[in-house]
């Protein structure tokens, strides 16, 4: 895979195309219980479920409507037992090799063909992990394959772990993130994530996919007072992580303040965003910095261009609690949770316009930027009850991936949110059903509409992190603007 690719996206709910992915790993299978928050885990994870019950779906699912000759005809052979390993390591030399669903980890052995990048990439990664000078040497003498597959895993080919894993890197949404057609590489704000950022870098900056779009990647640098600051001042330092962007029409961007990202990484994305031309106006949505956000693509994300799914606490009403009187619902409302957005626009950004409420700002994208005319759903975690609103929005009800406008992948445990979209009108299919129709002719990803399918998650859930996590679209089919 040499020729460039295009790099696209400019709408949250256009038609997938094109995007980057990260099968499961062994490093996955490495985090204990005294490391897992070190490296941004609530809890432990069974590998071989998630590789073989719950990721594969994923990946069928990805190829069915992305790149159907990869699949179609060819499951009984996938998932025989003799070839199963094939689907799930891209290590394998059978490892399915799509130009729309793109695996990382061989992009990274790609550019490793190359001798200098080898050489470059094994002193940046030894160095930051502070390697000794004989293992830096004996990582030299890897083949492109292996050195990939040990910068992902951590681990040597004699099966020792040499450095830390890096189990987020699933979590592809962070990355980076495509605007317009622009890459925004992420600045990640936890230890953790240092290699996954290093990785991404000379992975965009050498492969000969991005070679048209290297003057289009954006990297953030830190201000030059930033290492003269105490630890504990932590928002004047500029992290970024793609969960808090999201592009929701070709002029206007998302920007999260949250526990990853710094209001100095929104202040500079901004400048940067119109001092580029890029896009004409940036609403910057700053939410508590607690663990049960993380993200804003944890509290909401897009559905259609008039259908958005959300966490009721940020709406203009708040959760609804069983047998509350009127006096228990003020009280609530005033020690509720706050969140803040102001709306910069490129021509006055002395001048931003303020929303009360999430819920107003995505209506007023739906009618402004997308033109719509008619009603603008908003269909909430748990069905807005109290306490499925919050346990759900932590196996991720908010954050799903549109596949094509109406069209989203969801976790099945999240059964409140799921009966909120089937009141609103939408399909609920299970993965393995949808699977079956598609590969038996029965359903047509071309036509498939208003559908929310249901992913296994009873180990996915627990790494903390949703399908719009999982993904890095880079080809989007653009969102016609109805006038």
């Known amino acids: 895979?040499?020729?460039?690719?295009?790099?696209?996206?400019?709408?949250?709910?256009?038609?997938?195309?094109?995007?980057?992915?990260?099968?499961?790993?062994?490093g996955l299978g490495k985090v204990v219980p005294s490391k897992a928050q070190d490296w941004l885990?609530?809890?432990?994870?069974?590998?071989?479920?998630?590789?073989?019950?719950?990721?594969?779906?994923?990946?069928?699912?990805?190829?069915?409507f992305l790149?159907?000759?990869k699949i179609k005809g060819k499951l009984t052979s996938i998932d025989a037992p003799e070839n199963k390993r094939a689907f799930y390591k891209p290590?394998?030399?059978?490892?399915?090799?799509?130009?729309?669903?793109?695996?990382?980890?061989?992009?990274?052995?790609?550019?490793?063909?190359?001798?200098?990048?080898k050489t470059?990439?094994?002193?940046?990664?030894?160095?930051?992990?502070?390697?000794?000078?004989?293992?830096?040497?004996?990582?030299?003498?890897?083949?492109?394959?292996?050195?990939?597959?040990?910068?992902?895993?951590?681990?040597?080919?004699?099966?020792?772990?040499?450095?830390?894993?890096?189990?987020?890197?699933?979590?592809?949404?962070?990355?980076?993130?495509?605007?317009?057609?622009?890459v925004l590489l992420n600045k990640p704000a936890k230890k953790a994530r240092t290699r996954e950022a290093l990785l991404a870098k000379y992975i965009f900056f050498n492969h000969p996919l991005f070679a048209a779009y290297h003057g289009n990647i954006i990297e953030l640098s830190d201000s030059q007072y930033s290492f003269l600051l105490p630890k504990e001042d932590d928002d004047k330092k500029v992290t970024l992580e793609g969960g808090d962007i999201m592009v929701v029409s070709p002029n206007h961007l998302l920007v999260g303040v949250s526990e990853r990202t710094t209001a100095e990484a929104a202040v500079k994305i901004t400048n940067t965003m119109f001092e580029k031309g890029i896009v004409d106006k940036v609403s910057i949505i700053k939410i508590p910095k607690k663990r049960d956000y993380m993200h804003i693509d944890t509290v909401f994300t897009q559905v259609k261009r008039d259908v958005w799914v959300m966490l009721g606490n940020f709406s203009r009403k708040a959760v609804k609690h069983e047998d509350e009187n009127a006096i228990e619902r003020i009280l609530e409302i005033k020690k509720e949770e706050k969140i803040k957005i102001l709306q910069f626009h490129k021509n006055k950004p002395e001048q931003p316009v303020s929303f009360e409420s999430l819920e107003d700002l995505l209506v007023d994208i739906s009618k402004t930027d997308l033109k719509c005319e008619g009603e603008v759903k908003i269909i909430f975690s748990g069905n807005n009850e109290f306490?499925?609103?919050?346990?759900?929005?932590?196996?991720?009800?908010?954050?799903?991936?549109?596949?094509?406008?109406?069209?989203?992948?969801a976790y099945d445990r999240n059964d409140k949110t799921t009966d909120a979209f089937a009141a609103n009108g939408f399909n609920i299919i299970k993965a393995k059903e949808l699977i079956e129709g598609l590969e038996a002719g029965t359903i047509d990803a071309a036509t498939i509409t208003d559908t929310v399918i249901l992913m296994p998650s009873a180990e996915l859930s627990r790494a903390r992190g949703g399908f719009h996590c999982m993904s890095m679209p880079v080809l989007r089919e653009e969102l016609g603007i109805r006038n």
């Open 1 to 26: 895979m040499a020729t460039p690719l295009q790099v696209s996206v400019t709408s949250e709910v256009g038609t997938l195309k094109r995007l980057l992915v990260h099968s499961p790993d062994s």
């Open 41 to 64: 885990f609530e809890d432990i994870v069974h590998l071989d479920t998630i590789r073989r019950n719950e990721y594969d779906y994923y990946t069928k699912i990805l190829l069915y």
């Open 67 to 69: 790149d159907p000759e």
């Open 91 to 117: 290590e394998h030399p059978d490892f399915y090799k799509s130009e729309h669903v793109i695996e990382l980890q061989w992009l990274l052995a790609e550019i490793l063909e190359s001798q200098s990048i």
């Open 120 to 182: 470059e990439l094994v002193s940046s990664v030894c160095a930051i992990e502070g390697c000794t000078y004989l293992a830096q040497k004996e990582l030299l003498t890897y083949s492109p394959t292996e050195l990939a597959k040990t910068f992902v895993s951590g681990t040597s080919r004699e099966k020792q772990l040499l450095f830390a894993p890096i189990p987020n890197f699933i979590f592809t949404r962070d990355i980076g993130i495509t605007i317009n057609n622009y």
């Open 387 to 409: 306490p499925y609103s919050a346990r759900e929005q932590w196996t991720d009800s908010c954050n799903l991936l549109a596949l094509k406008e109406g069209v989203v992948l």
